[in-house]
């Protein structure tokens, strides 16, 4: 079965601090991925995704992600955080042969940012 | 405005007690799903819809049931809830090749 893994459970870091989030699947079929955001007590939001093409993606708030089919992943990055970015952050992975409906989810990984 | 809505957004109850919690959107979106959060493990899926009358299993769909009698709604029943079932639970729907949109998610407590 597909499984997404996100490497770090918990990260703290200043402000103007960059970020680097991991992200891995298991699947070696075509994949649509994204990241989503839930800040505290509010449910996902979208940050970004992937479906085909440039595989450097941008999204909100500044966040970008970058897919390498060849490590399958699919890290978030930020180049300066601030303290509003402190939320808890997840991969996501549908894969094209599935129904659409499908989703699996990495367990997530929490980042506080301190002033 | 769009959205995805769930209720109650707390439920306390007892293991055994029949429940109901129900998920409408407006969206007229297609799909349609539910997730349960655990710290730790992340967003689990349960169930998925593809539409109307047509649902489908996901990673942890024991102990739970849907339906999708309407493509508006996709209530999750849980007919005989135990203490495992405790946790935040989301509903989500979308259209096809589209990301999702989360309802606000309920917090059961089974004691």
């Known amino acids: 079965a597909q499984s997404v893994s996100q490497h770090n459970h918990h990260v703290i870091l200043s402000e103007a601090a960059s970020l680097e989030l991991g992200c891995n699947y298991s699947?070696?079929?075509?994949?649509?991925l994204f990241w989503y955001v839930q800040y505290p007590g509010q449910h996902l939001q979208l940050l970004l995704k992937?479906?085909?093409?440039?595989?450097l993606v941008k999204g909100i708030k500044g966040f970008e992600a970058e897919f390498i089919k060849s490590k399958f992943s699919f890290n978030l990055r930020k180049p300066s955080v601030q303290w509003s970015d402190t939320a808890e952050y997840f991969c996501?992975?549908?894969?094209?042969?599935?129904?659409?409906?499908?989703?699996?989810f990495g367990a997530g990984t929490q980042v506080v940012v301190t002033p | 405005e769009a959205q995805v809505t769930q209720n109650p957004r707390y439920l306390i109850t007892v293991t055994g007690k029949k429940l109901t919690v129900t998920c409408s959107q407006n969206?007229?979106?297609?799909?349609m799903s539910w997730y349960r959060q655990d710290p730790g493990l992340g967003l689990r899926q349960i169930y998925y819809?593809?539409?109307?009358?047509?649902?489908d299993k996901g990673d942890v769909p024991e102990g739970y049931k849907v339906s999708r009698k309407e493509k508006r709604n996709f209530p999750l029943i849980l007919e005989s809830p135990s203490p495992n079932q405790t946790s935040l639970y989301f509903c989500?729907?979308?259209?096809?090749?589209?990301?999702?949109?989360f309802g606000n998610g309920t917090r059961l407590t089974v004691t």
């Open positions: 989500a729907s979308s259209a096809n090749n589209s990301p999702l949109h």
């Open positions: 992937y479906f085909s093409g440039d595989p």
């Open positions: 996501a992975v549908n894969e094209a042969t599935d129904s659409w409906g499908k989703f699996q």
């Open positions: 819809s593809m539409n109307v009358e047509v649902t």
């Open positions: 699947y070696g079929g075509t994949v649509n």
């Open positions: 969206m007229n979106h297609e799909y």
